[in-house]
């Protein structure tokens, strides 16, 4: 999920040095900044695939995804946008500045939903756009964290949305099919300048 940012947006200045930089080395592990698909592709339409076993790969894959989450910079991430279709998404509402923030979560389900709110939403599969997406105040959701273990947390305001935001991206929906029709093509047309410009 992206946010409007100004300036650096509480993410490290160091990101905004090395914008070319692809890799960087963090203790042992060499840790990638993986490429974002971004709408229309079809792999954002599909459903992904449950994690059966929490093993080296996807401990790769999670510490990969938060990279690329505070490199873009956004506050989630889900495994579906960097062309991996399985349940696993990070999360973290403080772009970094609080390092318990920091969430993953394997298998998730949405287990309750609660209240309704209208607020600004964007996706960094949807770049440059942000709109008004309608969301459930608060969501509890369940799964697995990255040691395995079955986690339940109740998010409120910002971080409710962002569960929900990335929970629809693992069954293959987008922030603007949570619009009504008439915010749904105005997201459209203002994403269709939007890359015409970025192609300019
Ligand atoms: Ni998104």
């Not at 203790?27 to 695939?49: Q, S, W």
């Amino acid at each position: 999920m992206a946010v409007r940012t100004t300036g650096y947006g509480g993410v490290s200045p160091y990101w905004y040095l090395i914008p070319g930089a692809l890799v960087l080395l963090k203790g042992k592990h060499t840790m990638a900044v993986l490429p974002i698909l971004t709408h229309p592709d079809t792999v954002l339409r599909r459903k992904a695939e449950q994690v059966t076993t929490i093993d080296a790969e996807i401990q790769r894959l999670i510490d990969d995804m938060i990279e690329t989450m505070y490199a873009a910079p956004g506050i989630g991430l889900a495994a579906t946008q960097v062309g991996i279709p399985l349940q696993v998404f990070v999360v973290d509402v403080t772009s970094g500045k609080d390092p318990h923030a920091l969430m993953t979560f394997i298998n998730p389900q949405v287990l309750r939903l609660e209240g309704r709110v209208r607020e600004d939403e964007g996706c960094l599969s949807v770049p440059g756009v942000y709109g008004v997406t309608p969301r459930a105040q608060k969501a509890r959701i369940r799964g697995l964290n990255r040691a395995g273990e079955a986690v339940e947390v109740e998010g409120e305001g910002l971080l409710a949305r962002a569960f929900q935001h990335e929970t629809d991206h693992l069954h293959g929906f987008l922030f603007f099919d949570r619009m009504g029709p008439v915010g749904r093509d105005l997201i459209k047309r203002k994403y269709k300048r939007a890359q015409r410009q970025h192609q300019e």
